[in-house]
C-alpha cells in the first residue's frame, strides 16, 4: 500500500492533472482492517491537502458481497472438475513440526535431516 | 487461518464424517502469497491424511476475475453517491509522522503531546 506504484499521492495527483475534482479511492482489502480504517484514510487525507480543490472519497472495502459468493464458487467448481487431489503424504509429520517451531526460523540450515 | 474456527482440520473432518468423498478447500485470499502457496496445501495434506478415503483439493485464491472487477466498481459508483470527503485537515503533519515511525510503537503513552 506505502510501497507499490502508483502509490495513493501520485494516483491523486494524477487524477488531479487531468482535471479531476473528485476522487475515490477503492481499498483492494477483503475487510474493514488497520489498512481500511486508519492508513488509506490518512493517505487520503494527506492527497487531499496536497491537491486544492480535489475532494478524496474512500470507498467501501471489497466486504461480503454476492459477486464475491458466485467468484467463490466458481473456483469450487472449477477445483472439483479439473484440480489435482492434495497428497496425504506431503503433510509434515507432527515431530518436525514441534522440532522447527521450537528453534525459530532455520531454513537455511542445509543438512537437517531428523 | 490457523486460529479461526471451523479450521481446515475440523472442517475436512466434519465433511468426512458427513459422508464426503471428495472436499475443496478455497482460500480466502486475493492473491497467491505464502498462505496460498504453502501453509494452505499443507493444512490440506494434514487433513487428508487425517481422514483416508477423503481426497482434499485447494482451489485458486481469489486472483484477477471480472466479478471482482464489477464488485469493486460497485464500491466506487456507491461511494461516489454516498460517500463522505475526507477531511484534508485530518492529515497527520509530517513532523508527528517522522516523530512516530522514530520511537516505535507507542500507542499506550497517554499524554505524549509534541
Known sequence: ???AEPTIAQAVARCAAAGAQRVVI??????RGRHVQHDIPELAAEAAAANPGVE??????????????QLIENRVRSAALHGAAIDP????????????????????SSSDAE
Open 56 to 69: 478524496c472519497i474512500v470507498a467501501e472495502p471489497i466486504g461480503i458481497d454476492s459477486l464475491m459468493a
Open 26 to 31: 477503492a481499498p483492494y482489502f477483503l475487510s
Open 1 to 3: 500500500m506505502e510501497l
Open 89 to 108: 503424504a506431503a503433510a509434515a509429520p507432527a515431530v518436525a513440526v514441534a522440532a522447527g517451531s521450537g528453534r525459530g526460523s532455520s531454513s537455511s
